[in-house]
């Protein structure tokens, strides 16, 4: 353990004790508790912000340090799409499932 | 055999995937980096789909291969860069669900699938009829918030594949 002083306003302290005595626990357990879920929701709001600005989901994770389940119900709640470019996914369905069919390939060329 | 990433073999398990894939490729397989990302970090916080994962790696039908060599410097998550690099190593197909990491797979001539090609891919073997792939088409465009252009694209491959 070691420790940590910040300087804050006494509204911000007044607040803590109040919150420590209603749940009868000393102030440092409830600085502890609040900077902990503190903590948590930053790595989501940073893998959230790295994934909209085109970061893989693996990348997001792997900087972040969120866990991918949360990460995933978040972007779902928050209505944030799947990464997605037409030509990027007509050069992968090409090159995949269309690679031997030309039917595919003419269909596809001609979607814009 | 085929690779999957963490993603993918979340939605995979979400839209009941597993069996048809492990039908369609008998090995599913994933890395460590996997199998943390998906069940060791979320243990005992009550994500039921992940304790389902990790009924499907005890019962063998979901298996683990750690990769040799890792390809370096490919800007991607450790997890993808991993089932990348075994999918290149053994010589195999990887589901890759991220635009991104598809892109550099491509790149890197490996056989590549997303959860939307393993759908196409049972609806073109008739696995699945129209209908079926068009529900999990869109149960899948529910869970991941799916461009209305990509659910299009889908649907119109759907319909010209069957």
């Known amino acids: 353990m070691t420790s940590l002083s910040i300087r ?43 994934y909209t600005k085109g ?8 900087v972040s340090q969120c866990n991918i389940w949360e990460l995933l119900d978040e972007l779902k709640k928050r209505g944030i799409t799947k990464h997605f470019d ?5 050069e992968i369905i090409l090159s995949t499932i269309g690679k031997n069919d030309s039917t595919l390939q003419d269909k596809l060329n001609e979607l814009k | 055999m085929i ?23 008998n090995e599913i397989i994933i890395s460590p980096i996997v199998k943390k990302e998906v069940i060791d970090n979320v243990k ?35 997890g993808e860069i991993e089932i990348i ?19 550099i797979g491509i790149k890197l ?11 196409l891919e049972l609806l073109k073997k008739k ?10 088409l869109e149960k899948y465009a529910r869970i991941v918030n799916l461009s209305q252009i990509e659910l299009w694209l889908y649907k119109k491959l759907g319909d010209l594949i069957q």
């Open chain 1, 86 to 90: 037409l030509e990027d996914a007509k």
């Open chain 2, 44 to 78: 005992d916080k009550g994500y039921s789909d992940a304790i389902i994962a990790e009924q499907f790696l005890e019962q063998g039908i979901i298996k683990i291969h750690h990769s040799k060599t890792i390809i370096k410097n490919l800007n991607l998550g450790t």
């Open chain 1, 55 to 62: 970061e893989s989901i693996g990348r997001t994770l792997d």
């Open chain 2, 127 to 136: 696995i699945i009829a129209l209908k079926q792939y068009n529900q999990l």
């Open chain 2, 85 to 103: 690099s075994l999918a290149k190593e053994e010589d195999c197909p990887c589901i890759l669900d991220d635009i991104k990491a598809q892109k």
């Open chain 2, 109 to 119: 001539n490996v056989n590549l699938k997303s959860i939307l090609l393993i759908l």
């Open chain 1, 8 to 50: 804050t306003e006494k509204k911000i302290i007044d607040e803590l004790d109040r919150l420590a005595s209603l749940r009868q626990v000393d102030r440092t357990t409830i600085v502890k508790r609040i900077l902990e879920r503190g903590i948590d929701e930053e790595k989501l709001e940073l893998a959230i912000y790295l």
């Open chain 2, 3 to 25: 690779k999957v990433d963490s993603s993918s073999l979340i939605y995979a398990i979400k839209l009941n995937l597993i069996e048809y894939i492990k039908n369609l490729y």
